[in-house]
């Protein structure tokens, strides 16, 4: 990752993580769950990119078939790129440094009270549950090849399409 020192820098640790292990359906369903319990930082998963994510989450989660699962990582990487940012994680984290309809951040940027404990523990947990939302894309695309394969073993992606997934959040 090219911005690996920023977004440490604001509350995310880009280490494995735990339910590392865990199924790629397993682990798309705690991400859900994740993004749903955000208590100041929901619009982070609001914009197009963001749905077109949960979208292809939820895909995962369920174990759809094929084309249902392609149409949905198609929808995510056409969002990703273009917002021309290098990957989800950069587009996370410029909506949590831009604080758009984000309470915590209003309170802050006003200056007229210091931010309560309550406050402070609400934007922890909001970091840490972005933090584990994002996932690598070379992550997304070997659940999404894993899930594809499960549904049509027989079907191979062309050459391109897997070279231009791959380069999805390399960060060239």
């Not at 094929?66 to 587009?91: C, E, M």
Request: contains cysteine.
């Amino acid at each position: 990752r090219g911005r690996r020192g920023v977004p440490a820098g604001i509350g995310f640790d880009l280490g494995g993580g735990e339910g590392a292990h865990d199924t790629p359906d397993r682990e798309a369903a705690m991400l859900m769950e994740d993004a749903a319990s955000l208590l100041f930082m929901q619009d982070c998963m609001r914009g197009e990119v963001a749905q077109a994510y949960l979208v292809l989450l939820q895909q995962i989660s369920v174990k759809a078939g094929s084309a249902k699962l392609l149409q949905s990582y198609g929808n995510f990487f056409r969002a990703q790129v273009a917002t021309g940012l290098p990957s989800f994680l950069d587009h996370v984290v410029d909506e949590v440094v831009s604080g758009r309809n984000n309470p915590l951040a209003e309170v802050c940027a006003r200056g007229d009270r210091a931010p309560r404990p309550v406050e402070l523990a609400a934007a922890r947990a909001d970091l840490e549950y972005l933090q584990r939302l994002c996932v690598h894309e070379s992550t997304l695309l070997k659940w999404v090849e894993s899930n594809g394969n499960y549904a049509n073993p027989s079907r191979e992606q062309s050459r391109s399409w897997t070279a231009a997934a791959e380069e999805l959040g390399a960060g060239k």
